[in-house]
C-alpha cells in the first residue's frame, strides 16, 4: 500500500485562534444528523406566520367596551360578543409585525419599543460598570467570603425577587439583572441556567401567588368587582407552597451542577459562558474602595429604580434614564475618561442589541392577532366553554382557560382587563365566588409566563444568560407540572371552603 506523501508543515507561527479543523467527512454522523432546535427569533418569526395564518382560519369578531374610570382603560362588556368583519393578515402584515411590535406605524403609538431602549440602556450601563472592574473584583471578593455557602444565596435571592413579583408584578424590571447575577452564579461554580432559575422562577412565583400586585391582583379584582382583599389567605398559601417547591428544586439542580459540572443542561455551553461572563474575573484587580463606590454607586441605582416603580409612578421612560445618566456618573467617578465610558456604554448597548430585537419580535406576535380581530373570538369560546359545569369542575376548567388566554395575551394587566369582564360574572352562574376566578387568573398568568415565547421577559433573560430556549423547557417542565398540580389543588379546596377565605 502506497504511503500517503507527506505534507510539509506550515511556514510561520500558528495562529491561536485557529484551532484544529476536523474536516466536515470525519464529523460523528450522529453528530452531523443531530436536530438544532431554532433560535429565538426562528421561534418567534415562525409564531407571526402562525397567527397570521389563523386570522384566516378563526372568525373575526369583538365585544362592545366601555370606558372604566377605575382602569384606566375600557373594558369588554359580557354577553355583547358580535361578529365583525374580518381582516386576515397578509404576507405584508407579517413583513411589517416585527416593525409594529417596537411601535404602530399607522399612529407612531409605542409597543415594545419602551422596553427595548431601556434593555440597551441597561446594557450599557452594565458596560460601564463592569469596565472600570469592579464587578470582577466584588464577584471574586464575595466568593471568597461566601466560600462553602454559596447555597444560601439561591433562597434569599429568589425570596427578594418572589417580593417583588407578589407586591409590584416585578418582570421588565428583572432583565437589568441577568448581567449582574450570571457571572456571579457562574464563580460559585453553578451555571448560567441556575441564574436564570433564580430570577425567573423567583419573580414569576411571585407574580403567580400576587397578594397587592396592582398588575395583576388589584386591576383583576377591579375588573371583577371584587375587593382585591377578598381571597388573600388562599393567595398567601399558594405564594408560600409554590415558593417552597420551586426554590427546593432549584436547589437540587443547583448542587447537582456544583458537585458535577457535567450535569448542567447548558454543559456543552460553558467554556463560552465562562468566556462571556468572566473573562476577566481571573485576572481581576484587588478589591480596593474606588471598586467599593462604584458598587455602592450600583447598588443604589437599582433601590432607586425599585423606589420609583414602587412608590414614584415611574416606568421604563424613567427608568431608561435613570440607567443612563448612573452609567455617565460611574463612569466619571471610575475615572473612565471621556473615550473610554463612551466606548463601554456603547459596547454594553451593542451586547443586548439582539434581546432587544426579540422583544420587538415578541409583541409583533400580538400586534397581528388583534389587527386580525380573533383576540374577542377566543374569549368568547372560552366564556361559552364553561356553562353547565360543577363548582370544582368549573374552577379547573377556568385555570386552563386563563393558561391558553395567556399565551396570545402575555400582558398580566391586559389579560386582566380583557378577561375578567367577562369570566367573572359567569362564576355567578356556577356558584363559585369571583375572588377565586381573580385567583384562577393570576395562577394561569404567572405559569405561562415562566415559559411563553411571547413574552419579553423570557425571551429576553434567556438571551442575556446566552441559554437557549429549548435548555430552558427542559429545565422547568417539571416545575409547571408541579405548579400546576399545586394550582388545581387549591383552587378546588378553595371551592371546598366556599369559596375563598378572606
Given amino acids: 500500500m502506497t504511503p500517503a506523501p507527506q505534507v510539509p508543515p506550515p511556514q510561520g507561527p500558528v495562529p491561536k485562534s485557529a484551532p484544529p479543523?476536523?474536516?466536515?467527512?470525519?464529523?460523528?454522523?450522529?453528530?452531523s444528523a443531530r436536530f438544532r432546535f431554532p433560535s429565538a427569533y426562528t421561534i418567534l418569526l415562525a409564531l407571526i406566520v402562525l397567527v397570521a395564518a389563523m386570522t384566516w382560519i378563526i372568525p373575526a369578531g369583538k365585544y362592545a367596551r366601555v370606558a372604566s374610570e377605575v382602569l384606566g382603560k375600557d373594558v369588554p362588556v359580557a354577553g355583547t360578543y358580535a361578529?365583525?368583519?374580518?381582516?386576515?393578515q397578509g404576507v405584508w402584515d407579517i413583513v411589517l409585525a416585527p416593525i409594529a411590535g417596537f411601535y404602530d406605524p399607522s399612529s407612531y403609538t409605542a409597543n415594545a419599543i419602551d422596553v427595548a431602549l431601556f434593555v440597551l440602556m441597561i446594557g450599557g450601563f452594565i458596560g460601564v460598570v463592569t469596565a472600570t472592574g469592579a464587578i470582577d473584583a466584588g464577584i471574586k471578593h464575595a466568593m471568597v467570603r461566601l466560600k462553602g455557602r454559596e447555597k444560601w444565596m439561591i433562597p434569599i435571592l429568589m425570596g427578594l425577587f418572589a417580593l417583588g413579583g407578589t407586591t409590584e408584578g416585578m418582570a421588565e424590571e428583572t432583565l437589568a439583572f441577568y448581567v449582574l447575577l450570571t457571572p456571579v452564579m457562574i464563580a460559585a461554580g453553578y451555571?448560567?441556567?441556575?441564574?436564570?432559575?433564580?430570577?425567573?422562577?423567583?419573580?414569576?412565583?411571585?407574580?403567580?401567588?400576587?397578594?397587592v400586585n396592582a398588575f395583576s391582583t388589584v386591576i383583576a379584582s377591579d375588573a371583577a368587582g371584587v375587593p382585591f382583599t377578598d381571597g388573600l389567605i388562599l393567595r398567601i398559601a399558594l405564594l408560600a407552597v409554590t415558593f417552597a417547591a420551586t426554590t427546593a428544586y432549584v436547589m437540587r439542580y443547583?448542587?447537582?451542577v456544583k458537585a458535577d459540572p457535567s450535569r448542567s443542561l447548558v454543559y456543552d455551553l460553558k467554556s463560552d459562558h465562562e468566556a462571556h461572563f468572566r473573562n476577566r474575573s481571573a485576572e481581576a484587580d484587588t478589591y480596593n474602595g474606588l471598586h467599593k463606590i462604584v458598587l455602592l454607586l450600583f447598588a443604589a441605582t437599582f433601590a432607586v429604580m425599585i423606589w420609583g416603580v414602587s412608590l414614584g409612578g415611574w416606568w421604563m421612560a424613567e427608568m431608561s434614564g435613570l440607567f443612563l445618566f448612573a452609567g455617565i456618573g460611574i463612569g466619571l467617578v471610575g475615572r473612565l475618561g471621556e473615550k473610554?465610558?463612551?466606548d463601554a456604554f456603547v459596547g454594553g448597548a451593542r451586547d443586548l442589541l439582539g434581546v432587544a430585537?426579540?422583544?420587538?419580535?415578541a409583541r409583533g406576535i400580538v400586534v397581528v392577532m388583534d389587527a386580525g380581530h380573533i383576540t374577542d373570538t377566543i374569549l368568547h369560546w372560552a366564556e361559552g366553554s364553561v356553562a353547565g359545569l360543577s363548582q370544582v369542575v368549573f374552577i379547573n376548567v377556568m385555570y386552563w382557560i386563563e393558561v391558553a388566554l395567556s399565551f396570545f395575551v402575555p400582558s398580566t394587566s391586559g389579560l386582566a382587563v380583557l378577561s375578567m369582564p367577562i369570566l367573572a360574572p359567569v362564576a355567578d352562574f356556577a356558584g363559585v365566588a369571583r375572588s377565586l376566578v381573580v385567583t384562577a387568573f393570576q395562577s394561569a398568568e404567572g405559569v405561562v409566563n415562566l415559559v411563553t415565547p411571547t413574552s419579553a421577559v423570557v425571551m429576553g433573560g434567556l438571551a442575556i444568560a446566552h441559554v437557549p430556549y429549548e435548555r430552558w423547557l427542559?429545565?422547568?417542565?417539571?416545575?409547571l407540572l408541579g405548579l400546576t398540580v399545586i394550582i388545581m389543588a387549591t383552587l378546588s379546596l378553595g371551592v371546598v371552603l366556599g369559596g375563598t377565605p378572606t
Fill in 21 to 31: 479543523q476536523t474536516p466536515p467527512s470525519k464529523l460523528p454522523a450522529k453528530l
Fill in 83 to 88: 361578529l365583525t368583519e374580518a381582516n386576515p
Fill in 191 to 211: 451555571d448560567a441556567l441556575t441564574a436564570v432559575a433564580v430570577i425567573l422562577l423567583g419573580a414569576g412565583i411571585g407574580v403567580l401567588g400576587s397578594t
Fill in 254 to 256: 443547583a448542587a447537582r
Fill in 340 to 342: 473610554g465610558l463612551v
Fill in 357 to 361: 430585537l426579540i422583544i420587538g419580535l
Fill in 474 to 479: 427542559r429545565f422547568v417542565w417539571p416545575v
